[in-house]
């Protein structure tokens, strides 16, 4: 059985758990900006500490411990290390001609990591999601306030960057691809077209994760859209799973994962910050605090996916994959309530 069937297999007989926060695990480290740069970069125009996708080529040591460790907690699926790995993000640091190389180096050393524990516990075989972040533009909405016509971006270039990410992770291994943290819809359905686009010229497909983000109380993407809008948005393409992340904690999530769990015709996934930020940007919701939320959504049956984004740690992960082993996943046969609404 070939990966994706593994995975399909997996997700029918029990709640999948993905990774925690990246950048939350980079902090631990006291990383310089030589870490970043390393030989490759050394003489690079531009400061490059921050750039955390860059460290898949300069400290892929630190990425594998990352991965590993996560892994080890008890996650089902690692994110590749490539948030801001499109060109449109990269061009802040200069580093459009790096691309290629951070997707396909963050993919390979998901892809190590993940065959090692497969080898070692064959039962729970562990996958690889490529992380396909929004980029930091936006489709929709105007950066200007006196121009609101004007575009940052435009849906062509958005479109091309997704396509040369994807290509790098296709090339690096990724099993899933995993288009996250949506807070313009636009911007994601720039990267669902680019995927779509490429597996044609590729003549192959892997699974599509999306995950969108509830900016505030108001329930609505950060362009505006509630959480049924988002789902009929983008319910034309085949996905995996529809999903939330980031932006709020596990307990403020529930009535937007409600909502999936009872319209979308996929699997429903969620991987929510560790609570909001302190007064210093810090998540400060622990482990045991988390995982009695996070067994609410599986008490009501609304998840296929769970995980963590900003501020979770392996300690978090190994919680939830506790909490999540104790119960079966959402049933996934079933039509959607609003797709023709």
Known sequence: MNRTGLLEKALRERILVLDGAMGTMIQRHTLT???????????????????????SITRPDIIKGIHAAYFEAGADIAETNTFSGTAIAQADYALED???D????SAKIAREVADEFTAR??????????SIGPTNRTASLSPDVNDPGFRAV?????????????????????DILLVETVFDTLNAKAALFGI???F??????????????ITDASGRTLSGQTTEAFLISVSHIPLLSIGLNCALGASALRPYLQVLAKNAPFAVSAHPNAGLP??????????????PQIEDFLKENLINIIGGCCGTTPEHIKAIAAVAARYSPRSIDHSPQIIDA
């Open 33 to 55: 900006e030589e870490d970043f740069r390393g030989e490759r970069f050394k003489h690079h125009s531009h400061p490059l500490k921050g750039n955390n996708d860059l460290l």
């Open 98 to 100: 790096a691309v290629y």
């Open 102 to 105: 951070i997707n396909y180096q």
């Open 121 to 130: 516990e064959p039962h729970k075989p562990r996958f690889v999601a490529g």
């Open 154 to 174: 435009s849906f062509n270039e958005l479109k091309d960057a997704y396509i040369f990410q994807v290509k790098g992770l296709m090339d690096g291994g990724a």
């Open 196 to 198: 779509e686009e490429y």
């Open 200 to 213: 044609e010229q590729i003549g192959r497909r892997i699974p599509i994760m999306v995950s969108g983000t």
């Open 278 to 291: 302190n007064e210093f940007g810090e998540y400060d919701e622990t482990p045991e605090l988390m995982a």
